[in-house]
């Protein structure tokens, strides 16, 4: 009962904010901006290390132009995921806008589900409207990881139900999707697959990424594998403050190579983030685990 009642609390209080045009909640965004940079000082230290280690060549000028930036970016990121609890299809698809959609609508028809690689950059509350922009058929759906606060894992259940998607607890996924292809459904899967793996799960599977030794995430490329589905990237850019763009860009995978999939989405990734770093979320600690700790008798592989 007091979970119920925490949720639809915080569902109005957050909809009295949602209710406010763009231009208002920039304004909050600009104010907060500063308590959470100067003042909470929110993950600075972890923001400070990844962006030093990413971008070496970078003086500490330059990696703090970056850094505040990306903060101010982060709080618009709060404001514009509380407005989907008040946004209309139309001006959804004004504030993210999907190009090369094509790339879908060619491949769609023969059952095989899509796996679209995406990444916590720009707004990837958003990336759940790409509904809005596929004919009727596809169904959209993302793997995500309950939270351990049941009230607000409730609220981003339901927040992210916003265009038709279904949210898959990670360890149901193949069922969910098998009986989505055996009921005639075409998956469109998001997978966000940039943050560091599950202590559990971590293996020999690294590359180089934004300088740094990286374990990558491959368990949706083993999976889409084995579904025999359509791989691609959605490359997210910002062309101006609170608008997106995201361009489907198909992976075919490289003859010889091991986890060529995840090895190609890392790789586009580490040229989007450097291209536009302020739009990545870097107060993940994505380099926690370090290849010469956990493989103290192996050499770190190339590629």
Same mark, same amino acid.
């Given at each position: ?60 000028? *330059? ?6 930036? +990306?903060? %101010? ?31 879908? *609508?060619? %491949? ?26 596929? !004919?009727?058929?596809?169904?959209? $759906? ?19 139900? %916003? ?7 990670? !360890? ?36 180089? +990424? ?48 091991? $986890?060529?999939?995840? !090895? ?33 008798? *192996? ?5």
């Amino acid at each position: 009962m007091w979970e119920k009642i925490a949720l639809t609390t915080l569902t109005i209080l957050l909809k009295m904010v949602a209710i406010l045009p763009f231009r208002v909640l920039y304004i909050f965004s600009d104010m907060v901006y500063p308590l959470i940079y100067y003042v909470v000082g929110y993950r600075r230290k972890v923001v400070r290390t990844n962006l030093t280690k990413s971008f070496p060549e970078l003086d500490l000028k *330059e990696i703090v132009k970056i850094e505040k930036k +990306f903060y %101010r970016h982060f709080c618009d990121y709060v404001f514009e995921t509380i407005k989907l609890l008040h946004i209309s299809d139309k001006q959804m698809q004004s504030r993210l806008r999907f190009t090369n959609i094509e790339e879908i *609508e060619k %491949r769609r028809g023969d059952g095989r589900p899509f796996f679209i690689y995406l990444a916590h950059q720009g707004n990837w509350e958003y990336v759940t409207s790409i509904a809005l922009w596929c !004919k009727p058929g596809l169904q959209g $759906c993302q793997i995500y990881h309950p939270l351990s606060n049941k009230t607000m894992d409730k609220f981003f259940l339901r927040l992210r139900s %916003r265009f038709n998607t279904i949210s898959i607890p990670q !360890k149901q996924t193949l069922r969910v999707i098998l009986n989505m292809i055996n009921e005639g459904k075409q998956p469109l899967l998001g997978l966000i697959s940039d943050q560091r793996p599950d202590t559990k799960k971590l293996s020999n599977h690294w590359m180089t +990424f934004l300088n740094q030794q990286t374990p990558i995430i491959v368990g949706g490329e083993t999976l889409g594998v084995r579904l025999n589905a359509h791989f691609i990237y959605g490359q997210m850019t910002q062309p101006k403050r609170g608008y997106y763009e995201i361009t489907l860009k198909p992976i075919e995978p490289i003859e010889g190579e091991e $986890c060529s999939y995840s !090895k190609q989405y890392m790789r586009q990734l580490e040229k989007d983030i450097q291209a536009q770093p302020h739009l990545w979320l870097w107060t993940h600690k994505r380099w926690l685990f370090k290849f010469a700790d956990l493989h103290p008798n *192996e050499t770190f592989p190339i590629g």
